[in-house]
């Protein structure tokens, strides 16, 4: 048997071990998705038990998406953006950040194309992985957030990026093609929004990295103003979908995935 899994804490709210299992019974694999809490301390010695017991990969949660990056070796993308979110044991442990590839497939599955200028409203961990992974893909990122010295130190790593605060959204989003919001306003109430409506408008691509509710205000304005929306359960599919495929070698099985992601949230 082949084991897969997630290392973070907590973990029990994870709903990707139902999506992985799912994608595991529709390819009649014989492999099990488990999770891992380890504390902070142990946390170096889990990685190297991991792989001495032949786990075939790990995905990352909070609070070790950073945390893991000196115990592996991570590939170009992952070191840029400084946090891994998916472990490949297959030779040396490699980590990857399958959160910013999650981002442009989510997009491309709408049949948005990732250039011209986008717009990625926060700062943190979502935030660095949206703006590198656009970045990567050729658009022109704009960063905006409500401590402006965060977005500034982001925003110069990140070619051509530029930093904002909150308040300058209209301007920012009047031109722009894509707009991803990587805050979690909208997550505790859906009647919260970062991005005032005036701003939004149907030239626009919105992805919330919100999933719960899957139904945000951010996304019910975006509509209401023509614009494509993508709800973060996209997001979350694709990097589990980018993290199977990487760890198996096989294309997944994107809609039984999604149809058991969506079952569980």
Same mark, same amino acid.
């Given at each position: 048997?082949?084991?897969?899994?997630?290392?973070?804490?907590?973990?029990?709210?994870?709903?990707?071990?139902?999506?992985?299992?799912?994608?595991?019974?529709?390819?009649?694999?014989?492999?099990?998705?488990?999770?891992?809490?380890?504390?902070?301390?142990?946390?170096?010695?889990?990685?190297?038990?991991?792989?001495?017991?032949?786990?075939?990969?790990?995905?990352?949660?909070?609070?070790?998406?950073?945390?893991?990056?000196?115990?592996?070796?991570?590939?170009?993308?992952?070191?840029?953006?400084?946090?891994?979110?998916?472990?490949?044991?297959?030779?040396?442990?490699?980590?990857?950040?399958?959160?910013?590839?999650?981002?442009?497939?989510?997009?491309?599955?709408?049949?948005?194309?990732?250039?011209?200028?986008?717009?990625? &409203?926060? +700062?943190?961990?979502?935030? $660095?992985?949206?703006?590198? =992974?656009? /970045?990567?893909?050729?658009? !022109? %990122?704009?960063? *905006?957030?409500?401590?402006?010295?965060?977005?500034?130190?982001?925003?110069?790593?990140?070619?051509?990026?530029?930093?904002?605060?909150?308040?300058?959204?209209?301007?920012?989003?009047?031109?722009?093609?894509?707009?991803?919001?990587?805050?979690?306003?909208?997550?505790?109430?859906?009647?919260?929004?970062?991005?005032?409506?005036?701003?939004?408008?149907?030239?626009?691509?919105?992805?919330?990295? &919100?999933? +719960?509710?899957?139904?945000? $205000?951010?996304?019910?304005? =975006?509509? /209401?103003?023509?614009?494509? !929306? %993508?709800?973060? *359960?996209?997001?979350?599919?694709?990097?589990?979908?980018?993290?199977?495929?990487?760890?198996?070698?096989?294309?997944?099985?994107?809609?039984?995935?999604?149809?058991?992601?969506?079952?569980?949230?």
């Amino acid at each position: 048997m082949e084991v897969f899994g997630l290392i973070g804490r907590p973990v029990g709210h994870s709903v990707s071990p139902p999506m992985h299992e799912a994608a595991y019974a529709a390819l009649e694999m014989d492999a099990r998705y488990v999770t891992f809490e380890p504390a902070p301390e142990d946390l170096e010695t889990a990685i190297e038990g991991a792989d001495a017991l032949g786990i075939r990969g790990l995905n990352v949660t909070i609070p070790y998406k950073e945390d893991v990056l000196p115990l592996v070796s991570p590939d170009p993308l992952a070191a840029r953006i400084g946090a891994v979110n998916t472990i490949d044991f297959a030779d040396a442990p490699t980590g990857h950040n399958t959160d910013a590839t999650g981002v442009v497939r989510a997009f491309d599955h709408h049949g948005v194309d990732v250039d011209g200028a986008a717009v990625v &409203v926060g +700062a943190g961990g979502a935030g $660095r992985a949206a703006a590198f =992974a656009l /970045a990567e893909e050729g658009a !022109t %990122v704009r960063i *905006a957030n409500r401590t402006v010295t965060r977005a500034e130190a982001l925003a110069e790593e990140i070619p051509g990026g530029s930093a904002h605060s909150l308040d300058e959204l209209e301007v920012l989003l009047a031109d722009a093609r894509l707009l991803v919001n990587a805050t979690s306003v909208g997550m505790e109430a859906d009647d919260e929004t970062p991005v005032p409506a005036a701003a939004l408008h149907a030239d626009l691509a919105v992805l919330d990295a &919100v999933y +719960a509710p899957l139904e945000t $205000r951010l996304l019910r304005e =975006a509509r /209401a103003a023509g614009a494509t !929306t %993508v709800d973060g *359960a996209w997001m979350l599919l694709f990097q589990g979908v980018e993290a199977f495929e990487l760890w198996t070698g096989r294309e997944a099985p994107v809609d039984r995935m999604n149809e058991a992601l969506r079952g569980a949230l």
